[in-house]
């Protein structure tokens, strides 16, 4: 599996972006999907976590109410919309994958996951 993140860029305190990771080949319906980043001097973080139906979202408490996890099986694509976005969400967002044979489980820890993305750079300024 490989991911392609996308979407970051420079905002400003309380704009929105929506982060794009699409997924190659046709089994993405088998794999968890989660967003996790990293600030400088900092260790990799939870961000969200979605399971292969879409249907249980997890986010980490520092997010909720601001972003957004989702995902559209047919286009293999995993998206993270965040809105209200403050100079602390500065960061490096990577998506991972993880397979799974369960519909309903979820994933918030980096070590469950199998696969990243290469990072997406999102820069908030006050």
């Known amino acids: 599996v490989q991911l392609q993140a996308s979407g970051g860029g420079l905002v400003q305190t309380g704009d929105s972006l929506r982060l794009s990771c699409a997924s190659s080949?046709?089994?993405?319906?088998?794999?968890?999907m989660g967003w996790f980043r990293q600030a400088p001097g900092k260790e990799r973080e939870f961000v969200a976590a979605i399971s292969r139906s879409g249907e249980i979202v997890r986010y980490a408490d520092s997010v909720k109410g601001r972003f957004t996890i989702s995902r559209d099986n047919a286009k293999n694509t995993v998206y993270l919309q965040m809105n209200s976005l403050k100079s602390e969400d500065t960061a490096v967002f990577y998506c991972?994958?993880?397979?799974?044979?369960?519909?309903?489980?979820?994933?918030?820890?980096?070590?469950?996951?199998?696969?990243w993305g290469q990072g997406t750079q999102v820069t908030v300024s006050s």
């Open positions: 991972a994958a993880r397979f799974s044979s369960s519909l309903r489980s979820y994933y918030t820890e980096t070590s469950d996951y199998n696969y």
């Open positions: 080949g046709n089994s993405f319906r088998m794999y968890n």
